[in-house]
């Protein structure tokens, strides 16, 4: 598994490493223009070569510096610059793989959601602790498909507890805004919203069932066999279709809330930078609680025949473990 081959025409590793990977999703695509930002953030460069073994990546990469203490944060629009790829179709395993190449230490992921309890307003923020995956199996969830290995990583807790109470505590500082702290998210395949009936049914699930959307499957699985620290930041936009006096969501009425979410995010990550500057990097960053963990994860045993491994798949994983050379 050594040695370049596995890495031409793939994204070349820049000399630093990215500290933090922010994944912006509907209604956030970029970290430029916020004045805030610029205050504690500078633009270092735009990775725009990010063809990796699983394909392209749905945007480059644009990284900054932190001006205090020249931490490098990256930002990736998970639909694409312009929202081109839905949430079946964004190439996944290429943006999860391009970070892990990029030796980022944590991924804080943020989208918007669509609310199943009266008490998360579109405008609230949910750091969900549980994930329920309602997609349907028509996205590629483990890069070991193909390879001829098995490896059954733990996801009984698909978030990183140490980065959502980071976020938890940051979130809460910020002036009229709620930031709820745990709750089990939803996901679906989409891209049509829910019926009535399944809204329905999600509710009746019970009172940990809190929000829906369509894009953390199979980003947070895929995290998680990278080794990496990954929390989801919800920012409910709609209340989805359970509420029998009101209009099922549609696209217009989410698109009232994106403002003010978007603001909110750029407050969150101005926050967390502000944080790494001053405290240093939080102990998940510092010491990877996941590591080494996929590759004990594998079942397939050394004595494995060869007919049933592909060489070439494997050789591909280099770009994502360099490590188990
Ligand atoms: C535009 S509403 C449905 C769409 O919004 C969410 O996207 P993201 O998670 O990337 O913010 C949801 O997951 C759906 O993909
Ligand atoms: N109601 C909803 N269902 C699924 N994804 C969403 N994203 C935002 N609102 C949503």
Same mark, same amino acid.
């Given at each position: 598994?050594?040695?370049?081959?596995?890495?031409?025409?793939?994204?070349?590793?820049?000399?630093?490493?990215?500290?933090?990977?922010?994944?912006?999703?509907?209604?956030?695509?970029?970290?430029?223009?916020?004045?805030?930002?610029?205050?504690?953030?500078?633009?270092?460069?735009?990775?725009?070569?990010?063809?990796?073994?699983?394909?392209?990546?749905?945007?480059?990469?644009?990284?900054?510096?932190?001006?205090?203490?020249?931490?490098?944060?990256?930002?990736?629009?998970?639909?694409?610059?312009?929202?081109?790829?839905?949430?079946?179709?964004?190439?996944?395993?290429?943006?999860?793989?391009?970070?892990?190449?990029?030796?980022?230490?944590?991924?804080?992921?943020?989208?918007?959601?669509?609310?199943?309890?009266?008490?998360?307003?579109?405008?609230?923020?949910?750091?969900?602790?549980?994930? *329920? &995956?309602?997609? !349907?199996?028509?996205? #590629?969830?483990?890069?070991? =498909?193909?390879?001829?290995? $098995?490896?059954?990583?733990?996801?009984?807790?698909?978030?990183?507890?140490?980065?959502?109470?980071?976020?938890?505590?940051?979130?809460?500082?910020?002036?009229?805004?709620?930031?709820?702290?745990?709750?089990?998210?939803?996901?679906?395949?989409?891209?049509?919203?829910?019926?009535?009936?399944?809204?329905?049914?999600?509710?009746?699930?019970?009172?940990?069932?809190?929000?829906?959307?369509?894009?953390?499957?199979?980003?947070?699985?895929?995290?998680?066999?990278?080794?990496?620290?990954?929390?989801?930041?919800?920012?409910?936009?709609?209340?989805?279709?359970?509420?029998?006096?009101?209009?099922?969501?549609? *696209? &217009?009425?989410? !698109?009232?809330?994106? #403002?003010?979410?978007?603001? =909110?995010?750029?407050?969150? $990550?101005?926050?967390?930078?502000?944080?790494?500057?001053?405290?240093?990097?939080?102990?998940?960053?510092?010491?990877?609680?996941?590591?080494?963990?996929?590759?004990?994860?594998?079942?397939?045993?050394?004595?494995?025949?060869?007919?049933?491994?592909?060489?070439?798949?494997?050789?591909?994983?280099?770009?994502?473990?360099?490590?188990?050379?």
């Amino acid at each position: 598994m050594t040695g370049p081959s596995a890495r031409s025409n793939t994204t070349a590793v820049p000399p630093y490493e990215i500290d933090l990977a922010i994944i912006g999703g509907t209604g956030f695509y970029h970290l430029d223009n916020n004045p805030d930002l610029k205050q504690v953030l500078k633009f270092v460069e735009t990775i725009h070569e990010t063809t990796t073994p699983w394909g392209k990546t749905s945007s480059p990469v644009t990284v900054y510096k932190t001006v205090t203490t020249g931490k490098y944060i990256g930002f990736l629009s998970r639909h694409g610059l312009h929202h081109e790829y839905s949430p079946t179709t964004v190439p996944y395993g290429a943006n999860m793989a391009l970070l892990k190449h990029l030796k980022v230490k944590a991924v804080v992921a943020f989208s918007s959601v669509g609310s199943l309890k009266e008490e998360l307003k579109p405008g609230d923020f949910v750091i969900p602790d549980q994930l *329920i &995956d309602r997609t !349907k199996g028509v996205r #590629q969830s483990s890069y070991f =498909n193909e390879t001829g290995l $098995v490896g059954h990583v733990s996801f009984g807790n698909p978030f990183c507890k140490e980065l959502g109470q980071f976020l938890h505590a940051l979130g809460k500082e910020i002036d009229n805004h709620e930031v709820h702290y745990n709750g089990t998210l939803i996901c679906m395949e989409g891209p049509q919203f829910s019926t009535r009936a399944e809204s329905l049914m999600y509710k009746s699930w019970g009172s940990e069932i809190s929000v829906i959307n369509m894009s953390c499957v199979p980003e947070s699985k895929l995290a998680r066999e990278l080794e990496l620290p990954y929390q989801m930041v919800c920012m409910v936009t709609d209340y989805d279709s359970w509420r029998l006096e009101e209009h099922p969501v549609t *696209i &217009d009425e989410i !698109k009232k809330t994106l #403002q003010k979410n978007n603001d =909110n995010a750029f407050k969150i $990550v101005c926050k967390i930078v502000t944080s790494l500057d001053q405290n240093g990097s939080p102990e998940f960053m510092a010491n990877n609680p996941y590591k080494g963990h996929t590759q004990s994860s594998i079942s397939t045993k050394p004595t494995r025949d060869p007919k049933h491994i592909n060489e070439q798949k494997i050789k591909e994983l280099n770009y994502i473990f360099p490590e188990w050379v």
